[in-house]
């Protein structure tokens, strides 16, 4: 059974940092394109970063770019956003999802339907 587990979210002040972790068990992530997508209260599910299954490639929304990082440790089969320098507008839930695609990275993250495996969330919440 394929399954994704998020973890690494909690409280942190403005200008902070954050690692969130993406497990996957019953199947091999390194396979697989992965979404991080968010969800803040009253909005819709955004993309905010995404990573090819092939070469890598990554994609970061404009509000991320330059503070979050996507990474990914095959050996532990894991799947990382670092976040840096956050902000209250990044407060929201934090969903990992993975699929087998092949199209750009963009287009993943622009395309929640896309992805049929979902973890269940972590809350990441930004306030002083």
């Known amino acids: 059974q394929v399954q994704l587990v998020e973890s690494g979210g909690g409280l942190v002040q403005p200008g902070g940092s954050l690692r969130l972790s993406c497990a996957g068990s019953?199947?091999?992530?390194?396979?697989?394109?992965i979404g991080w997508f968010r969800q803040a209260p009253g909005k819709e599910r955004e993309g905010v970063s995404c990573i090819s299954r092939s070469d890598g490639s990554t994609y970061y929304a404009d509000s991320v770019k330059g503070r979050f990082t996507i990474s990914r440790d095959n050996a532990k089969n894991m799947v990382y956003l670092q976040m840096n320098t956050l902000k209250p507008e990044d407060t929201a839930v934090y969903y990992c999802?993975?699929?087998?695609?092949?199209?750009?990275?963009?287009?993943?993250?622009?395309?929640?339907?896309?992805?049929?495996?979902w973890g269940q969330g972590t809350q990441v919440t930004v306030s002083s």
């Open positions: 019953g199947f091999t992530l390194d396979y697989y394109a």
């Open positions: 999802a993975a699929d087998f695609l092949r199209i750009s990275v963009q287009a993943m993250c622009a395309s929640t339907h896309l992805f049929g495996s």
